[in-house]
T-cell receptor, first 112, second 116 residues
Framework: QKEVEQNSGPLSVPEGAIASLNCTYSDRGSQSFFWYRQYSGKSPELIMSIYSNGDKEDGRFTAQLNKASQYVSLLIRDSQPSDSATYLCAVGNAGNNRKLIWGLGTSLAVNP | EAEVAQSPRYKITEKSQAVAFWCDPISGHATLYWYRQILGQGPELLVQFQDESVVDDSQLPKDRFSAERLKGVDSTLKIQPAELGDSAMYLC??????????????FGPGTRLTVL
């Protein structure tokens, strides 16, 4: 059973702090890793994708991938109240018909 | 900016009635996905199309759900008859045609279904 695990939270951080979200996965053949942001009542929005070990930065967001340890993380610098949402981790394997395996999401609350 | 379109945005129906959802993926995207999402959970894949062909419908309750993508472009998901447990957000997503393991998916706004 291929799984993606995330802490459900809620993770609470003060405005301006760094929020750190973590995700582990079980399928060693996984090749693509995604972070989606989902506001309450809305659909998921892709915010980061990462395919190779290391860090990938996009604005205030940094995705970190460690395939040997099978984890991927998302750092949000200078957190804003507008970052309060659920963050979904999704993992893909090209040999799995391009299907993504989804975590349950981590709820983030950024307090002003 | 290209977007996935879905309609309706909200649907309220009574149990045993039929409902249908429509999705128009981003132009040129070969892969289309229908998901169901219950509050507090991740999206659950119902059906995946590659062009007009079903690639995966292993989690689709086929006794009541059906999906089609006749011309390989837009798609319809139908539930007949609806049950109380079908109340959820129904999401459509699409992926571009790319080689390798690049399978980022882009979602439409979703349809919130309430079955009374």
């Amino acid at each position: 059973q291929k799984e993606v695990e995330q802490n459900s939270g809620p993770l609470s951080v003060p405005e301006g702090a760094i929020a750190s979200l973590n995700c582990t996965y079980s399928d060693r053949g996984s090749q693509s890793f995604f972070w989606y942001r989902q506001y309450s009542g809305k659909s998921p929005e892709l915010i980061m994708s990462i395919y190779s070990n290391g860090d990938k930065e996009d604005g205030r967001f940094t995705a970190q991938l460690n395939k040997a340890s099978q984890y991927v993380s998302l750092l949000i610098r200078d957190s804003q109240p507008s970052d309060s949402a659920t963050y979904l981790c999704a993992v893909g394997n090209a040999g799995n018909n391009r299907k993504l395996i989804w975590g349950l999401g981590t709820s983030l609350a950024v307090n002003p | 900016e290209a977007e996935v379109a879905q309609s309706p945005r909200y649907k309220i129906t009574e149990k045993s009635q039929a409902v249908a959802f429509w999705c128009d993926p981003i132009s040129g995207h070969a892969t289309l996905y229908w998901y169901r999402q219950i509050l507090g959970q991740g999206p659950e894949l119902l059906v995946q199309f590659q062009d007009e062909s079903v690639v995966d419908d292993s989690q689709l309750p086929k006794d009541r759900f059906s999906a089609e993508r006749l011309k390989g472009v837009d798609s319809t998901l139908k539930i007949q008859p609806a049950e109380l447990g079908d109340s959820a957000m129904y999401l459509c997503a699409s992926s571009p045609r790319r080689a390798g393991g690049y399978n980022e998916q882009f979602f439409g706004p979703g349809t919130r279904l309430t079955v009374l």
